[in-house]
């Protein structure tokens, strides 16, 4: 069995020639009508919108100097410490800075201290 088709389109023969050359006019439509569609379309910009922008939060400076810890805050946080069951880690600890009383510890080192004792847990 062979079946033939045959199809007349004689606006396909002219699109095709109309791509060739880049330019699309319609089939059936007259020149003035095929110049009007290649002609610069003017178009308006668009309405800009207004942009709010608001302030950069304020820049903090930086802390200069380590924070000073007094012996009372440094005792609140061993209390804590023993009440979360750590005497065991606290009491090592103060025997790594040589003391058997928090009280014996020397001023210069409480910020020292007070960083191991959040190493502990401890809130300072």
Same mark, same amino acid.
């Given at each position: 069995? +062979?079946? $033939? @088709?045959?199809? +007349?389109?004689?606006?396909?023969?002219?699109?095709?020639?109309?791509?060739?050359?880049? !330019?699309?006019?319609?089939? #059936? $439509?007259?020149?003035?009508?095929? #110049?009007?569609?290649?002609?610069?379309?003017? %178009?308006? &910009?668009?309405?800009?919108?207004?942009?709010?922008? #608001?302030?950069?939060?304020?820049? %903090?400076?930086?802390?200069?100097?380590?924070?000073?810890? !007094?012996?009372? =805050? @440094?005792?609140?946080?061993?209390?804590?410490?023993?009440?979360? *069951?750590?005497? $065991?880690?606290? #009491?090592?600890?103060?025997?790594?800075? *040589?003391?058997?009383?928090?009280?014996?510890?020397?001023?210069? =080192?409480?910020?020292?201290? &007070?960083?191991?004792?959040?190493?502990?847990?401890?809130?300072?």
């Amino acid at each position: 069995m +062979h079946i $033939e @088709i045959t199809i +007349h389109c004689p606006e396909l023969a002219m699109l095709a020639n109309a791509l060739q050359a880049k !330019t699309v006019p319609a089939p #059936s $439509e007259s020149p003035a009508a095929v #110049s009007a569609l290649s002609a610069p379309q003017v %178009t308006t &910009a668009p309405t800009p919108v207004p942009v709010t922008v #608001s302030a950069p939060p304020p820049v %903090t400076a930086a802390p200069t100097a380590a924070p000073q810890y !007094t012996l009372e =805050q @440094i005792m609140k946080a061993g209390a804590g410490l023993v009440q979360a *069951g750590k005497m $065991e880690q606290l #009491s090592a600890l103060m025997t790594q800075y *040589g003391v058997n009383d928090v009280t014996k510890l020397p001023p210069a =080192q409480y910020g020292a201290f &007070a960083t191991a004792l959040r190493g502990l847990g401890a809130a300072l």
